[in-house]
């Protein structure tokens, strides 16, 4: 007589990592689950094709342009009065009797609104945008990094904003100074709203996109891209660097206006040092 065999036969207890992960993906809630996701193999068993993450990044891209597509839509009616303000840098250093801008073109000033129309977008969706960056790589990072998502939201809508906030108040008022008082006095100024907006756009942008370095930075280091030491060692480097970006950003050449755009630039990338070896530390090995 045969003996019966059992009809669910225990699993022996050296089963392959590959189990755990599979368990664990079934069900998040069982023993196997912490188990699974502290395992560098049930990780690799449980990372997705690249097919599927470059669909998922094409969706992220859509979302967010068709977020920025109602933004624009609706700012286009306040546009109005974010040209105003982006004006009142320049139109305060014009002398007397010659403040205001010209245009020569019959599209120039309605493509303007659409220009201002899209930073004001970028500045006000940048929430959400930081929010898609999040949920894309969030995948890749462990439960407690994951809590991250609304300080990295806030800090990085912040570094955004107080990066447009610096190009006003700072840096174009001392910039389009310069660039208008320089030379003789009997010089008159012709400045048109595309060569303006142009310029004051560029720089708006640019150095909002800058000062998320930090944010950027902690955001490699949650992914163990980036480490605080390669950072300090190629602090020179990035002195050099940090020069050459400055020189490019400013829209005056002279040496003061280099060094205001210069010193904050170095003070982030510090930042980004401090950010990344708090991260480290908290990381998992």
Known sequence: MNPIQPKNPKMPSDQPDSMDALKAAQNPDTETAPKALNNP????ELRMPLWQHLDE????????????GVLVAVLFNYS???IVL????????????????YFTGIADKFMIYIKVSIIAALAVGSPY?????????APALY?????????????????????????????MPYSYDFLINFGSST??????????????????????LVFELPACMILLALLGVLEAGVLEKYRRYAVLGISILAAVITPSPD??????????LYLLYEISIIGVRLVSKTSPE
């Open 41 to 44: 193999n049930s990780e690799e």
């Open 57 to 68: 990044l094409r969706s992220a891209i859509i979302r967010v342009l068709l977020v920025l």
């Open 80 to 82: 109005e009065h974010v």
């Open 86 to 101: 982006l004006e009142k840098p320049l139109l305060d250093v014009l002398p007397e009797g010659n403040r205001q801008l």
């Open 129 to 137: 945008i930081l929010f898609e960056v999040w949920r894309f790589v």
């Open 143 to 171: 439960k407690h990094e994951r809590r991250l998502v609304l300080p990295f939201m806030l800090f990085g809508t912040l570094s955004f904003v107080g990066g447009i906030v610096f190009a006003y108040y700072i840096v």
């Open 187 to 208: 010089d008159q100024a012709i400045i048109t709203l595309t060569e303006y907006f142009g310029m004051t756009t560029k720089l708006l942008l640019a150095l909002g």
């Open 255 to 264: 040496a003061l206006t280099m060094l205001i755009v210069m010193v904050p």
